[in-house]
């Protein structure tokens, strides 16, 4: 069975910080991971995936992730962060197969962002 | 505007009820799913469609019962309702693609289940 493990419920951080919102995962495969974000009032969005290549993707809105497979982490990381940036953020975890669009989830990291 | 519309977004029932949770989506999307996230558990896959044929339930009651009357429509209906159906029901699509599993699903906002 495949889990993901967020380990930090809620982050706080200052305007134009770094960040890092840990992401760890269970899967005997090789596993297809995501990171999606929830802004208040709203569905979640893609941030990022992972598949194969280089360990370190690029998204949206200047967050990046590093997938470590010996360490079975894909860890998001922004450089500076903007208030706008205060959200939920999801790390999920699929494998290979057959596409049925199950996604496992994290609980989520709630990442609030002082001005 | 909102490509994938779920209605309503907050729903009161009571205990034995039976309601029905709302999903369109606009963006010509060809597989539709639905996902739960309740108080204590992460977002849950609960069934997934394609070409409107149910091709995953991971869902153990009958009592949730998906209906998909058109190609953008996965509406489920939730029978018998108990407190611990409580939960946000997320429905979500993804574009027709290579397949595989690294399929982007775009999400609703959710519709806020209580059950009392």
């Known amino acids: 069975a495949q889990s993901v493990t967020q380990p930090d419920a809620r982050v706080t951080v200052s305007e134009g910080a770094s960040l890092q919102l840990r992401c760890k995962y269970s899967?005997?495969?090789?596993?297809?991971l995501f990171w999606y974000v929830q802004y208040p009032r709203q569905g979640l969005q893609l941030l990022l995936k992972?598949?194969?290549?280089?360990?370190v993707v690029q998204g949206v809105n200047g967050f990046e992730a590093e997938f470590i497979k010996s360490n079975s982490s894909f860890h998001l990381r922004k450089a500076s962060v903007h208030w706008s940036d205060s959200a939920v953020y999801f790390c999920?975890?699929?494998?290979?197969?057959?596409?049925?669009?199950?996604?496992?989830f994290g609980h989520g990291t709630i990442l609030r962002v002082h001005p | 505007d909102p490509k994938i519309i779920q209605k309503p977004k907050y729903l009161v029932a009571v205990t034995g009820s039976e309601k029905i949770l709302i999903c369109e989506q606009y963006?010509?999307?060809?597989?539709m799913y639905w996902y739960r996230q309740s108080a204590k558990k992460p977002l849950e896959f609960m069934f997934s469609?394609?070409?409107?044929?149910?091709?995953d339930n991971q869902t153990a009651s009958s009592r949730f019962q998906p209906q998909s009357s058109k190609k953008n429509h996965l509406d489920l209906q939730i029978t018998a309702l108990k407190p611990d159906d409580s939960a946000t029901y997320f429905c979500?699509?993804?574009?027709?693609?290579?397949?595989?599993?690294?399929?982007?699903?775009?999400f609703g906002s959710g519709t806020r289940l209580t059950v009392l």
């Open positions: 899967y005997s495969g090789t596993p297809y």
């Open positions: 469609y394609s070409y409107q044929k149910l091709m």
């Open positions: 963006l010509g999307h060809n597989a």
């Open positions: 979500a699509s993804s574009p027709p693609g290579t397949g595989g599993a690294l399929e982007t699903l775009y």
């Open positions: 992972y598949y194969s290549g280089d360990p």
């Open positions: 999920a975890v699929s494998g290979t197969g057959a596409n049925t669009g199950k996604l496992t």
